[in-house]
Structures are given as C-alpha cells and as structure tokens.
C-alpha cells in the first residue's frame, strides 16, 4: 500500500450459498477483515494512497418497493421489523464491513464505500448468466409476486463509475453504484426474455422458489428482497450512464453472452 496511487478492495466471499454457519462466518470475515488489513496497511503507510476504494452493497438498504433508496434519504435495513433472519444477516454484513471501513484513521486518504447493486456482465457463472439460463430453460417468469425491485448495473458503467470517483476528488463516503432505473422483477425477467427471443416463462411461487433455492444451494433473499436502489450522487456529479434502461443492457449482454459461448 505504500506509494500507491490507488486501492481497491473488492475481496469477499460469494454470497451465492446457503446460509450455513461456516459460510456466514465466511461471508463475514472476509469482508471485515481484508477491510481491517487493508485498513492497518494505509494507516501505517509512509506515503499512504490518495483514495482507498472498499466494495459495500446495495443490499444495505431496506426491503423496498414504496420508494426508491438514494444515499442520502434511504432507510439502511437494521431499522425495519419482521424481515427473514437471512436478510437481517445480510444487513448485519453490510454494516460490518462499512463500520470496519469508516473507523480507522486514513486522514491522507480519500476513501469511498461502493454500494454496488448487481452487476451484470456476460461471464460464465455470473449472475446475468445465472438469469440467463433460467430464460433458456423456460423459468425466466416473475418470482413470487413479481413486484420486488431489482437494482442492477451494467459491468461496462460500473468500470465507468469506478474511473469516474477517481477524477472527481470531491466525492466521498458512500456511493451507490446501480443504473438510475431499477425495475419489478416481473418487466426485469419479461425484457430479458424478450433481448433472448423467448416468450414465455414459467413463473415461480413462493415456496418453490424456496425449494430450489436448497436444491441449488443458495438463498431467497437474492431474489424476494426489494432492491430498489438509486445512484443519486453519481447523478449530482454529472455521471452519464451507458446503459440506463434494462432492455438496452440486456441486449448488449444476450449478444455478447452468444458471442462467448460460440468459441
């Protein structure tokens, strides 16, 4: 850390399993302490760096679908009643790995918190993949109701944003990271479909959602919990996306995904 110009620490353990002990220890510990070394490192640094950037989540954020979440009205999720254990323990990460990022002492060093929504790119075993693939089965239909709001961004503006935050010495403290056009699961899935060429999809309910969330080892909360997530100071500072709207994004990411899987 010493004499660089730049740190990015995006170190964590996928969030894509079951919720096991072992795996939210994991899940925990990776993220608040690499933030803690990190932290140490730059903290004792002769020529410490002039910006320290540190993954969050949008996950942070409540469970939403009255109102979207910018960074400076939205409500973190410790402060709502009668959500999953899962999902409080999700919050209880995200708030972790913030707490451990803001409280040491890096007075020669900018730092930003990135609240990254999904990102999606057309890598193998990604989470556009992942969507992707229940699409092509023919289950790319809404979850449960449908309604739960799904913030997202595309990979080419989260590299833009990232590139962005280090021209712009001015912006610090948390950033959300999401295109401004977050949207219901059922348009999400309906206009991926519709950039794939299928049309239809099988929707699923509740409880089979929760049944295939065990057979393929994960949990719910990836799909059921309301991401209704906005990029407001990137907004204020000028930010221009590439892709705002879903339906471009997805095209992109179809044409570029058919394009990795024909070699």
């Known amino acids: 850390m010493d004499g660089a110009d730049i740190v990015i620490n995006l170190a964590g353990r996928n969030v894509n399993c079951r919720y096991t002990p072992a795996n ?8 608040t302490l690499s933030t803690r070394a990190v932290g140490q490192a730059i903290a004792q640094a002769a020529k410490p760096p002039a910006l320290w950037m540190n993954a969050s989540t949008a996950t942070i954020y409540r469970h939403a679908l009255d109102r979207p979440m910018d960074e400076a009205t939205g409500e973190l999720g410790g402060q709502e009643t009668g959500a999953p254990s899962t ?7 995200a708030t972790s790995w913030e707490r ?5 002492a890096t007075p020669g060093t900018r730092k930003v918190a990135l609240r990254s929504a999904m990102t999606m790119s057309p890598d193998r075993s990604g989470i556009f993949d992942t969507l992707l693939n229940l699409v092509r089965a023919g289950l790319g239909g809404k979850a449960a109701s449908g309604e739960q709001f799904i913030s997202w961004i595309h990979e080419t503006d989260f590299v833009r944003a990232i590139d962005f935050l280090i021209e712009h010495q001015t ?3 948390c950033i959300n990271i999401c295109s401004p056009c977050p949207l219901p699961n059922q348009e999400f899935m309906r206009m991926l479909r519709q950039a794939w060429g299928t049309p239809i999809g099988l929707p699923a309910t509740r409880w089979m959602l929760e049944l295939g969330a065990i057979f393929l080892r994960t949990e719910t909360e990836l799909i059921l919990k309301s991401r209704r997530v906005v990029p407001q100071r990137l907004l204020d500072e000028g930010f221009q996306f590439n892709f705002t709207e879903w339906p471009s994004a997805a095209e992109d990411l179809v044409k570029r995904w058919r394009a990795n899987h024909r070699r």
Do not use: T
């Not at 939210?24 to 993220?31: M, N, T």
């Not at 999902?87 to 990460?93: A, H």
């Not at 451990?100 to 040491?104: I, T």
């Open 100 to 104: 451990e990022f803001f409280a040491v």
């Open 87 to 93: 999902w409080r323990f999700s919050i209880d990460v």
């Open 171 to 173: 912006l610090a403290g």
């Open 24 to 31: 939210r220890r994991e899940i925990l510990e990776s993220r």
